[in-house]
């Protein structure tokens, strides 16, 4: 899948699980935000970046949860979808029509999670 243009935000404190997305995803095109690895990263990032066109986002970034990155997304209407070992049922009724895309995850597979 091309991502020609696409600007994505990554929210991972996984070293190797982001290098691969990062990889992958500007070998397709895209140009990669971050990588941020913790709640105060990410919302500075998105605060310094005017055009986003979708996120990838870890639950729990070192202990922290990304819950006020996932609201900072949702209040600019930035597509977004969860990168992690959690189960359904651990993440918020408002986050509960979001794409889940089970660790360990595959650059494709998020990729069409989140530009179809």
Known sequence: ??????????????????????????????EVIGPAATVADALRRI?????????VLDINLQGEMVYPVA???????VPFVFATGYDRENIP????ARIRCEK????DQVARALFG
């Open 1 to 30: 899948m091309s991502l020609e243009g696409r600007r994505i935000l990554l929210v991972e404190d996984e070293y190797f699980i982001v290098q691969d997305l990062a990889r992958a995803f500007a070998q397709a095109g895209a």
């Open 47 to 55: 605060a310094a970046t005017p055009k986003l066109d979708g996120a």
């Open 93 to 96: 009724d408002r986050f509960s």
């Open 104 to 107: 360990p995850v595959k650059p």
């Open 71 to 77: 609201d900072a997304l949702a209040t600019r209407g």
